[in-house]
């Protein structure tokens, strides 16, 4: 029970962790170049360096995952959300995404996990885990490289808002949809600075 004085209300077993990443998950399924749009993405482990992420099981994509045993993790810009959205929305099986959407592809380290060169960072995995979680697998992949634009860098570093990176909220399903990255508000450990002063 909530405590009456406390204004919250209950909304049930929402997946309310927002904002999430909004990715293009590459695979190749029979010898063709396909993405789907992935929401449910994020890091797992540091060493080995890791990543996972959950596709829907009647996706067209896992048939590609699951052959290969790998995966691309491209990262779209918020120049690509008409892209990213369309992705997300059709299935490789009716539609060659890779033509309608203009993506120009490159291949990196690992055959069979096609890069969308428009996407400012991409990364090749190799499947480490497959976990089946109700409706969706959930792949852990190691990562084997990283890729970024080079206008994406200032000074040496990769610059957040060259970047300029497209998110994915779900709070109501009148506000789900893409966002951009908002404002910069500290440097990690910034704050905890400034209070040991005090």
């Given at each position: 029970?909530?405590?009456?004085?406390?204004?919250?209300r209950k909304m049930g077993a929402l997946q309310l962790l927002n904002p999430r990443p909004a990715v293009l998950v590459g695979t190749f399924i029979d010898d063709k170049p396909n993405f789907i749009t992935v929401s449910w993405a994020g890091i797992t482990s540091a060493s080995p360096p890791t990543m996972s992420i959950a596709i829907?099981?009647?996706?067209?994509?896992?048939?590609g995952i699951l052959q290969n045993k790998t995966f691309s993790v491209n990262i779209p810009s918020t120049d690509l959300v008409k892209e990213t959205e369309f992705c997300g929305n059709v299935s490789g099986a009716d539609y060659n995404?890779?033509?309608?959407?203009?993506?120009?592809?490159?291949?990196g380290k690992i055959k069979n996990a096609p890069l969308i060169a428009q996407c400012p960072i991409n990364i090749e995995c190799e499947v480490l885990q497959n976990i089946n979680i109700g409706d969706h697998s959930l792949f852990i992949g190691e990562i084997v490289e990283t890729y970024i634009s080079e206008?994406?860098?200032?000074?040496?570093?990769?610059?957040?808002?060259?970047?300029d990176l497209?998110?994915?909220?779900?709070?109501?399903?009148?506000?789900?949809?893409?966002?951009?990255?908002?404002?910069?508000l500290a440097y990690n450990g910034s704050i905890m600075e400034k209070r040991e002063t005090k």
């Open positions: 029970m909530l405590p009456e004085n406390l204004d919250k829907r099981n009647i996706r067209y994509s896992l048939k995404k890779v033509e309608e959407c203009g993506f120009k592809i490159f291949n206008d994406c860098f200032t000074n040496d570093n990769p610059d957040i808002n060259k970047i497209l998110c994915f909220c779900t709070l109501t399903s009148k506000s789900m949809g893409y966002y951009k990255v908002g404002e910069f």
